[in-house]
């Protein structure tokens, strides 16, 4: 129950260890209803101590692949296994892993102490033992105040941390958390999302954690799936899927992204050189291997690019010409959108460094969009 | 001009004020006019003596007697009616064995009840309809046109006996009609919607997710019904039971159709002292005792109930 040290999280990637061991493992698991295919010959490994999120748009199957590893539904084809052992027909009961739902399910008949020892109970664990473990799982969750309180008697917040303390009260070998912020306001929410972490650091129960908010993946996981009907897209830490997504859909679904269409000019020295339709000319390091007069698509963060009134640029390339078309001015920073003379809209966001500023750039003013070598990357598909 | 308009807008105003107290008043208003007066009348009778007239008692009073007359005619009060039925041990036999009928025939229609509202609730959502049609379609006919044709299957040479006969499961017919099996059958077959809807209502409205985090916890699909279904079904329960139980104690038609001489149930000595007898002051004793035997414990179980949701904040 030790904070791991700096170190030790650094190192912390089992999935590159090829002889660590998968705790979950999705073995080309499909799952149909009727005719349709809501999870699709997928395969996954999951590791031990790992905080895994699934992410993707509404309907993408997360659930589906989630309750699968709960036991609640059986995949058409594939197995499920979970340390070394398949569970692929293993009713939920016996399955050493617990699931908080988005609807925190909560029991109404029963205080927030018979909720948490409910599971405990089930094991035929000593009274003594059911104390202990209740009273510990309500201090880890904050609850102590709470714990004669029937469910309708607490705010949604406080419905959240119970479910989580009944959910953790068995210690499982998984904890299955389906959109479990998703009733709770944004400023509780990042709250809860620190707390979540640090519990699953001190508890080390490997967490997998269904979200359609991005930032809360990025914010708690240690590693992503990025999810499309059925289908993974992408696996990889939070920094790779944002910086270097696999694809246009991972890298639009994953932040904000301008893309830039063209055609691959040169390709020496790990530079790409791209041509426009409308002749712009873009220069990208990219270790990519990438066919001279294929199709690509530069992408680049709108926090990567930067909007100027003169052209910074001396040779040529990596820079366009505009209007500034909207400005969103959100506080911490402000988002332009620049609309190209070839009618293209551009979104660069900068940081309000200052608190005044003489002549902020304005509506309709003609700026330049401009950014360096690294700024982006080359994209196939 | 803008008067006008202002006194329009007051008037719906007054208007909407008035409907809405009356659509508060109205049950009100209803118990008031059917179920208190009436049941005034009762209790007045049930404290005068019986005579031979039209109608068969002796007014204690008049409301034209004003006043002054009201109390000589409290004094005319007797609780001669009352004395009677503790001395004759035909009527608390009576009170006890309907309690004793009511009470097994509720067990009975609630273990066929329950299942069957928890098939309905189970069952797909487009065919829940059906299935809950199909509960309520005997109102359709005749309370007591459904009582006769149970004769009809219950007697010797009925339906029931002559399937058992064909099928070889009895040599002799049973005799099943002027029985209390006959009045088991009776009162669980009509009041059988009375328990099944209120259960549906309970059971319809659970969340399944709870089910699933009760499985999720470690509990199989059975525990799981009686840790978690179950008792989020009390409050169907109990409503179905008192729906059942309390037209069960005072029942008449089906003891009277379907029941043997030896059925004692206080229904039918109500209609034999009211009719036969004309002994109306004992008749209205009768009911008066009735209606508190189920008054007092149904108060009794609300207060408590109440004072157990007291303690549970
Ligand atoms: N029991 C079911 N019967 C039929 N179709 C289902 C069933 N459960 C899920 N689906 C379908 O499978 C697909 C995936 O559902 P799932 O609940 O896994 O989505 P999700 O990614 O969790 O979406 P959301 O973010 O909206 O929760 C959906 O299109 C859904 O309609
Ligand atoms: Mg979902």
């Known amino acids: ?381 | 001009m803008s008067g006008d308009v202002a006194n329009k807008t007051n008037d719906g105003f007054l208007r909407r004020n008035l409907i809405g107290k009356a659509t508060i008043w109205l049950p009100y208003i209803w118990l008031l006019l059917f179920f208190l007066a009436p049941f005034i009348i009762v209790f007045k009778i049930s404290f005068s003596e019986i005579v031979v007239a039209m109608p068969p008692y002796r007014p204690i009073f008049d409301i034209g007697d004003g006043i002054t007359q009201l109390w000589q005619s409290f004094r005319k009060f007797s609780f001669e009616n009352y004395i009677f039925l503790t001395e004759d041990s035909l009527y608390w036999k009576a009170y006890l064995s309907s309690l004793k009928i009511a009470l097994f025939s509720t067990a009975l229609t609630l273990l066929i009840g329950y299942p069957l509202a928890y098939g309905i609730a189970k069952s797909p959502r487009n065919i829940r309809f059906i299935l809950l049609m199909l509960v309520v379609l005997p109102f359709w006919t005749s309370f007591l046109i459904r009582v006769y044709a149970w004769i009809g299957i219950l007697k010797k040479e009925g339906l029931f006996n002559q399937l058992l006969l064909s099928i070889g499961a009895i040599d002799t017919p049973l005799t099943l009609l002027n029985t209390n099996i006959a009045v088991y059958i009776g009162i669980v077959y009509s009041y059988l919607p009375f328990m099944v809807l209120p259960l549906y209502a309970a059971l319809e409205k659970q969340d399944e997710t709870l089910l699933e985090a009760a499985e999720d916890l470690g509990c199989t699909r059975l525990k799981a019904f009686w840790t978690i279904t179950f008792p989020l079904s009390y409050p169907g329960i109990i409503a179905g039971c008192f729906l059942v139980f309390i037209p069960a104690v005072g029942e008449f038609v089906i003891p009277y159709l379907l029941g043997g001489a030896d059925t004692l149930m206080i229904g039918k000595l109500l209609w034999t002292e009211f009719f036969a007898n004309r002994d109306w002051p004992v008749s209205s004793a009768v009911a008066v005792i009735l209606l508190l035997i189920l008054v007092l414990p149904i108060m009794y179980f609300q207060q408590s109930q109440a004072r157990a949701q007291e303690a549970a904040k």
């Open chain 1, 1 to 381: 129950m030790t904070k791991p040290t700096a170190a030790e999280r650094e190192k912390f990637e089992p999935w590159n260890d090829p002889t660590a061991r998968p705790l979950v493992e999705f073995r080309n698991v499909t799952k149909n209803f009727g005719s349709f295919t809501a999870v699709d010959d997928l395969s996954l490994s999951i590791y031990e101590r790992e905080f895994f999120a699934l992410l993707g748009p509404s309907g993408c199957g997360k659930t589906t692949l989630m309750r699968m590893v709960a036991g609640f539904c059986e995949p058409s084809e594939g197995e499920v296994w979970l340390a070394g052992e398949n569970i692929t027909h293993m009713p939920p009961y016996q399955r050493p892993v617990n699931m908080m739902f988005q609807s925190y399910a909560l029991f109404p008949h029963m205080n927030i102490e018979q909720n948490i020892a409910f599971g405990l109970k089930q094991e035929k664990m000593a009274k003594s033992e059911i104390a202990d473990r209740v009273g510990e799982m309500l201090t880890l969750t904050k609850m102590q105040d709470f714990a004669k309180r029937k469910p309708d008697q607490l705010s949604g917040g406080q419905k959240q941390r119970a479910a989580l303390a009944r959910s953790l009260a068995k210690q499982p070998k998984v904890l299955l958390l389906d959109e479990p912020l998703g009733a709770l306001d944004r400023k509780l929410r990042e709250e809860t999302q620190f707390e979540l972490m640090d519990l699953q650091e001190r508890l080390g129960i490997t967490f997998m954690i269904v979200t359609h908010d991005q930032e809360e993946a990025m914010t708690v996981a240690d590693r992503i799936a990025v999810m499309e009907q059925g289908k993974l897209i992408q696996i990889a830490s939070p920094r790779d899927i944002y910086e270097h997504p696999g694809n246009r859909y991972v890298a639009d679904f994953v932040g904000d992204i301008n893309f830039i269409e063209g055609i691959a000019q040169s390709t020496n020295d790990e530079l790409i050189k791209i041509e426009t339709a409308d002749g712009l000319i873009v220069e990208c390091n990219s270790a990519a291997s990438i066919d001279k007069n294929q199709q690509v698509w530069f992408a680049a963060r709108p926090e990567k690019l930067t909007v100027s009134r003169e052209n910074p640029v001396v040779t040529g390339s990596n820079a366009v010409e505009g209007e500034v078309w909207d400005i969103a001015y959100l506080g911490d920073m402000s988002c332009y959108n620049i609309r190209t003379d070839a009618g293209k809209i551009l979104k660069v966001t900068q940081l309000n460094h200052s608190r005044t500023s003489d002549a902020p750039i304005t509506w309709e003013e003609r700026v330049w969009v401009s950014w360096t070598n690294d700024a982006g990357m080359v994209l196939t598909s």
